[in-house]
């Protein structure tokens, strides 16, 4: 006898068939969806919203990368402004570890972190404005996909990067003055390092007897010149800009470009399975990396950027220090780089690289790993 109700029942094949129609169905349904958020992000890219939210998952990055790589970036600012004390440390890991543990037992572990106040007060902006600034110069750069070129990319970043040192180097100023300080007796304040600085002078040109009567209009010339040239100031917290400015180019540029291409690899078919997230689990215009691929990707950015630019950045250091060391002659960009060779040789412009790129490559890493999570978090 035949079960009871068969007849009723539809066939198990039209069963599946429906059920595989719904399926298809409502994946259309959420790719459509997907479709028309990335239509409205891109159109809202330049609203304050977008603006506001990719500030502060920038800032965020920069302040969990800064404060990673703390310790490291007190003891390398120390080695690459030449501090008498730790000169003799510098140039072996050995060195670096000698440096930690004598700050740690002269200032305990607030010394290794000495200046990271001023380092996240300024870091956060920093940062903020970089990222922001780098996606909104991507926007007009590069309108399209047939547009990204490596070196609309590179240039994109490297604008970002001094828009954002434009904006922040008063503070950059501060914070290397702030690990630059050793001095066991003297209390390295935020208020009175700026107070030291606004009121740096160097020192006055000797001016002979002799050249002074056997060119009167000379003598005349300098000293009208040197009243009208600010000597302290506002303008002792841009000491160092112009190196600051020329090495950002390439750094940031690097950074950005290198991040981005590595990115590209990445999500290519072969690796795409083992590097990206399954898109049902985001809502990105395209695939995101895994946490291992996003670091990967950052520490690579970090240790062609530190490559690029690092003689330019002790260039840099030193200029900054250059009223808390020696007779606080302000020295150009070109005086310091052959007082440097001078001392050093060539070897000098890579003083504390290995400490660089210990530094710079997870702090890269965990900055565009924090950056790319918390515009998920943020919606962006």
């Known amino acids: 006898m035949p079960p009871r109700f068969q007849n009723d029942a539809p066939p198990l094949s039209n069963t599946r068939a429906l059920w595989e129609m719904e399926v298809e169905q409502r994946a259309r349904h959420e790719r459509a969806n997907r479709e028309e958020d990335r239509t409205k992000q891109k159109k809202n890219k330049q609203s304050i919203d977008y603006a506001m939210r990719t500030g502060i998952a920038g800032g965020l990055a920069g302040c969990a990368a800064k404060t990673l790589v703390g310790p490291l970036d007190r003891v390398k600012i120390l080695f690459q402004a030449s501090n008498p004390q730790f000169a003799k440390y510098s140039g072996s890991w050995t060195g670096l570890i000698a440096a930690m543990r004598q700050i740690n037992q002269q200032d305990g572990l607030r010394g290794l972190f000495r200046g990271h106040s001023a380092t996240l007060l300024r870091i956060f902006p920093y940062a903020g404005i970089k990222f922001l600034a780098y996606e909104q110069f991507r926007a007009i ?11 609309r990319r590179l240039l994109s970043g490297s604008l ?94 690097m950074s950005f470009l290198t991040h981005d291409t590595v990115g590209d690899w990445l999500r290519g078919p072969s690796l795409a399975p083992y590097t990206t997230i399954p898109e049902k689990q985001h809502s990105s215009s395209r695939p995101r990396l895994n946490n291992p691929a996003q670091l990967t990707a950052g520490a690579l950015a970090g240790l062609v950027s530190q490559t690029a630019s690092y003689p330019l950045e002790v260039i840099r250091r030193r200029m900054q220090v250059s009223g808390a060391a020696g007779d606080g002659k302000m020295l150009s960009m ?47």
């Open 141 to 151: 750069i590069i309108t399209d996909p047939a547009r990204e070129t490596p070196l």
């Open 334 to 380: 070109r005086e310091t780089a052959a007082r440097i060779l001078a001392e050093r040789g060539v070897g000098g412009f890579f003083v504390g690289l290995g400490i660089g790129y210990l530094k710079v490559m997870p702090m890269v890493a965990v900055s565009f790993w924090v950056y790319e999570r918390a515009k998920g978090w943020l919606g962006i």
């Open 160 to 253: 970002a990067g001094v828009t954002s040192v434009f904006f922040t180097y008063p503070l950059e100023i501060i914070r290397v003055r702030l690990a630059f300080e050793t001095r066991g007796d003297t209390k390295a304040s935020f208020s009175r390092i700026c107070d030291q600085i606004y009121h740096e002078r160097p020192p006055k040109p000797h001016t002979s007897a002799t050249t002074a009567s056997s060119a009167p209009l000379v003598a005349a010339a300098t000293q009208t010149l040197e009243k009208a040239t600010p000597r302290s100031g506002l303008a002792n917290f841009y000491r160092g800009f112009s190196p600051t400015v020329v090495g950002m180019l390439p750094y940031a540029g």
